[in-house]
């Protein structure tokens, strides 16, 4: 039986896209550094997720880190790379419960090698989940290709 708390399933949308932008803007507004922004939305991220397990939504496509944050201060690249490690080595076990296929928009290749290698096993360990389906797009941009698996 459903929860006559939660929408009808009709209406619940199968595929939700979340731009993460202004993180940085929200940490210098209240006098944190940039990078505690970003740490921030990746909180509100976890809570995003379990939402949208609730409520049924199929596809989830988060848009982390475009090509053009390359251009960024290094040290805010450096730690942009950081989070991304640490979420994944906090997050993976816990996703991966829950039913949840983590997928890569973009390019790894220009990822460092350690961090490639935890995108790949993420992407490997949840491949068979299908409880959501989660779109990581980082260093994603035109003309970009995925390192999806291919379903055929």
Known sequence: ???PS???LEKVPQHVAIIM???GRWAIQRGL???AGHKAGTENLRRVIRSTVEFGVKYLTIYAFSTEN?????EEVQGLMLILQDVIDRELNELHKEGVQLRHIGRLERLDPKI???VLKAIELTRNNDR???NV????????????PSRR
């Open 21 to 23: 932008d202004g993180n």
């Open 137 to 148: 797009a980082f260093n994603y941009g035109g003309g970009m290709r995925s390192s999806w």
């Open 132 to 134: 959501l389906i989660l």
């Open 116 to 118: 490639q290698q935890k």
């Open 33 to 35: 550094p940039r990078l």
């Open 6 to 8: 939660l929408p009808a």
């Open 70 to 74: 390359w251009g960024r201060p290094p």
């Open 1 to 3: 039986m459903s929860d």
